[in-house]
């Protein structure tokens, strides 16, 4: 199993974003697809989660601007950031819980920065 992600960049803060992650290879049995960020210096922290029962969470400092939605028939998982902050700069990971085990895309950075 594999993840491509992609939509990361430089934005001003209160502008948007859109992250897309991609699952390939042999995939028979997704549980969850979701993101998660690492900033400098802390620790990779949720930012959202998406089960294949439908059943969302969001980070707290996320809720009312991010917005996790899925395309099932094409193993796709995307993150629509708006009202971008300073403080969602990190680097964002794409996660796949695939057949109940954990996989993880190579990162992509976003910045949030004036």
């Known amino acids: 199993v594999q993840l491509q992600a992609s939509g990361g960049g430089l934005v001003q803060p209160g502008g948007s974003l859109r992250l897309s992650c991609a699952a390939s290879?042999?995939?028979?049995?997704?549980?969850?697809m979701g993101w998660y960020r690492q900033a400098p210096g802390k620790q990779r922290d949720l930012v959202a989660r998406i089960t294949t029962g439908g059943t969302i969470n969001y980070a707290d400092s996320v809720k009312g601007r991010f917005t996790i939605s899925r395309d099932n028939a094409k193993n796709t998982v995307y993150l629509q950031m708006n009202s971008l902050k300073p403080e969602d700069t990190a680097v964002y990971y794409c996660y796949l819980m695939h057949d109940f085990r954990d996989y993880w895309g190579q990162g992509t950075q976003v910045t949030v920065s004036s």
């Open positions: 290879g042999s995939i028979f049995s997704i549980n969850a």
